[in-house]
């Protein structure tokens, strides 16, 4: 499977990792629902409004500022336990405590007001409930050269645990990114990398000593990935499915945080 240098609204793509990177986030946050009303912000074309609505008890408010998207969410999932609407997230038209659960996936990156939004997740969240909200590990980001021009900021860990403690009285922050066996498979990349470097011309490995290695850290990964495949003819291990990881400890490289935030009880 290839990655895509930039999805920002995830449609169903069967294909796609980053369709089941965030496919697996929702089923995270299904662990976490209790019976009642459920408010998905940010729902996009539905897909994970519909699949937390299976759970038993549930009834679900899909929200989102872009209409098209939402109009396409109320043709694919006209279900009765379902209700989509038009809403901004540091605006919401329902009361204080009208939700049992709420769900903020890859939202908040998105909102200048992030405090605003926070406040308003927490006023229409019930005492008794839960928010899960996942965003961008900037770190990571940084560290791969991953830029996203929709993106009014990303967070490392500390800002963002001190940003959502806040607003809620316990923050437990889980980790998302690929398993030990997919960071093996990498491993064995780079070393194959070295090993046929041995066996070609000098000019092939002047090529990656003094084109590629300086330059893979500030040029896109494809890019470079094309370079070594065209040369050496070795291909950067693809994630599998089975490859994406939500953990409670840090993960090697980490991609996404994933944090499950409780009511703030003070006034």
Not at 101 to 119: A, C, M
Not at 121 to 146: D, K
Request: include cysteine.
């Amino acid at each position: 499977m290839k990655r895509s240098p930039v999805v920002e609204r995830m449609e169903v793509q069967p294909d796609s990792i980053f369709y089941h990177e965030h496919v697996a986030r929702y089923r995270f946050a299904e662990t976490y629902l209790q019976p009642g009303w459920t408010l998905d912000i940010a729902c996009g074309t539905g897909y994970g409004s519909e699949r937390l609505s299976r759970r038993p008890g549930i009834r679900l408010a899909g929200a989102d500022v872009d209409l098209p998207s939402l109009v396409q969410a109320l043709r694919q999932f006209p279900q009765p336990r379902i209700s989509f609407l038009a809403a901004s997230g540091t605006g919401l038209p329902f009361p204080d405590g009208r939700f049992h659960n709420v769900v903020s996936l890859e939202t908040i990156e998105h909102i200048r007001d992030h405090r605003g939004y926070l406040r308003e997740l927490g006023r229409v969240l019930n005492t008794g409930g839960a928010c899960i909200i996942s965003t961008p590990n900037r770190e990571y980001s940084e560290r791969h050269n991953r830029t996203n021009p929709y993106h009014v900021r990303e967070y490392a860990e500390s800002e963002l645990r001190g940003l959502l403690q806040e607003h809620f009285a316990s923050v437990e922050m889980y980790y998302q990114g690929f398993g030990a066996s997919y960071h093996d498979r990498v491993r064995d990349y780079s070393a194959s990398i070295q090993h046929e470097k041995e066996r070609v011309n000098r000019f092939v490995r002047f090529g990656i000593d003094r084109i590629y290695r300086p330059l893979k850290r500030v040029i896109p990964f494809g890019i470079a990935n094309l370079f070594i495949r065209r040369l050496l003819r070795l291909q950067f291990p693809q994630p599998a499915i089975s490859d994406i990881s939500i953990a409670p400890e840090p993960q090697e490289d980490s991609s996404v945080f994933i944090a499950v935030c409780r009511k703030n009880l003070r006034p």
